[in-house]
């Protein structure tokens, strides 16, 4: 071990010294000046390695589904916030930031809502009621709502989806102030999209009077790269900014599983909108992998996952207006992508099935650690 003198005396006091724990995500997060968050189900704060990796690593949380209308919102006359309050406890027990998820969504609404016909006026009514009962009830304790979600639809490059609140029969015919107030300068393509998106406007503006103090996100899927989708989300920011729509910010998804995909498209998109003087937060980022039938992931596969982890957050800490990076869950144990894929794909966060963490982790937490801003 050692041969004797000095040799042994420096041999033993490294031997003596204790190992230095590397900083959590979440002490990296602070000293780079940015939110690290995870999405949480509520129901799992119980188990105890759940709880606990949940607050040494994370200084953010959002709902996964709790605050989604079918949990929240079950029958017409009646709201159940149970859920998200043991989440909104928990957070505020370990000082973690809470965002919003989500106040306006074409999945996951409960059959009173989408299994009757309700008139223009009538839908207004239920879905301003709605926002200011959920954004008020959380008021002072949501930082940050995704006021609406995935508005754009994938197949119609650049277009609205069909919704109840936009077309089927749609709010706006409820009367709208983006339609009546277009600018007379404006041309009529810049109406025609102002009126089609004004259902949002109106979302918009009935959460910012019932928390004037939120920030308001726009948040969306597959519009992390430059695209269609993308251009379109950034003409109705901008239009929100000219008008003083209250709009604070974009959430980019994130949900990857191309492990090659294109980071410096992602860059020059975050850059975009915050030079619109919108924050960006990475909202739902998991990185899905090819799994066996045990739920494994190839060695190879965990670090090319691993390198897209520390690019995505590398890219984000690059612009000071990127100010949230959050993964959605954060074990492989409560993973939506094992269910949604019939298991094929999986081992997509950052921590195992055992909370052990993965290279996606190290990567994540090394990239935090050299973005101090
Ligand atoms: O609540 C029922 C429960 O009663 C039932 O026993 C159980 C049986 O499967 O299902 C439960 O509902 C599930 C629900 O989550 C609540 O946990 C649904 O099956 C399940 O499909 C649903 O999945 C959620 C999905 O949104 C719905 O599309 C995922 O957990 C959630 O991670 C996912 O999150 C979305 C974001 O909100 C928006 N962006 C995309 C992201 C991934 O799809």
Redesign the pocket.
């Known amino acids: 071990m050692c041969a004797g003198g000095w040799s042994c005396v420096f041999f033993l006091i490294a031997v003596a010294l204790p190992t230095p724990t590397p900083p959590s995500l979440r002490a990296a997060a602070d000293h780079a000046g940015i939110l690290i968050g995870a999405?949480v189900?509520p129901e799992q704060l119980s188990e105890a390695a759940y709880a606990s990796t949940l607050a040494r690593e994370f200084n953010m949380v959002e709902p996964?589904?709790a605050i989604?209308w079918?949990?929240v919102h079950p029958a017409a006359l009646s709201f159940d916030f149970s859920q998200g309050d043991k989440m909104v406890d928990f957070a505020m027990t370990h000082k973690m930031k809470i965002r919003g998820?989500?106040l306006v969504?074409h999945?996951?609404n409960p059959k009173w809502l989408t299994e009757k016909k309700y008139t223009s006026g009538e839908l207004a009514e239920i879905l301003e009621r709605h926002i200011k009962t959920v954004v008020g009830h959380y008021r002072g304790k949501i930082f940050a709502w995704d006021v609406v979600?995935?508005a754009f639809d994938e197949l119609q490059p650049g277009k609205l989806r069909s919704t109840i609140w936009r077309d089927q029969p749609g709010i706006v015919m409820a009367g709208n102030e983006a339609a009546s107030s277009s600018p007379a300068h404006s041309t009529p393509s810049a109406r025609s999209s102002q009126q089609s998106y004004a259902y949002i406007e109106r979302c918009f503006r009935w959460a910012h009077e019932a928390d004037p103090q939120a920030l308001l996100f726009y948040?969306e899927?597959e519009a992390e790269v430059m695209n269609p989708k993308s251009d379109a989300i950034y003409a109705m920011v901008r239009d929100f900014r000219q008008r003083g729509v209250p709009i604070d910010g974009v959430g980019f998804?994130m949900?990857i599983a191309n492990l090659h995909p294109d980071v410096a498209s992602v860059s020059a998109n975050i850059k975009r909108f915050t030079v619109l003087g919108v924050q960006v937060h990475i909202t739902?980022m998991d990185v899905a992998l090819p799994v066996d039938p045990n739920g494994n992931a190839r060695p190879e596969d965990l670090q090319l996952q691993a390198d897209i982890y520390r690019e995505i957050a590398t890219a984000c800490l690059s612009h000071p207006g990127c100010t949230a990076i959050q993964t959605?869950?954060f074990t492989d144990k409560y993973s939506?992508i094992g269910?949604?894929s019939k298991h094929t794909q999986g081992a997509a966060l950052p921590f195992d099935r055992d909370y052990r963490p993965k290279p996606a982790y190290a990567a994540l937490r090394n990239a935090l650690g050299s973005g101090r801003r």
Do not use: F
Request: charged share 30%.
């Open positions: 999405a189900r996964e589904d989604k079918e949990v998820h989500t969504w999945q996951q979600n995935e948040n899927a998804q949900h739902e959605w869950g939506w269910s949604h």
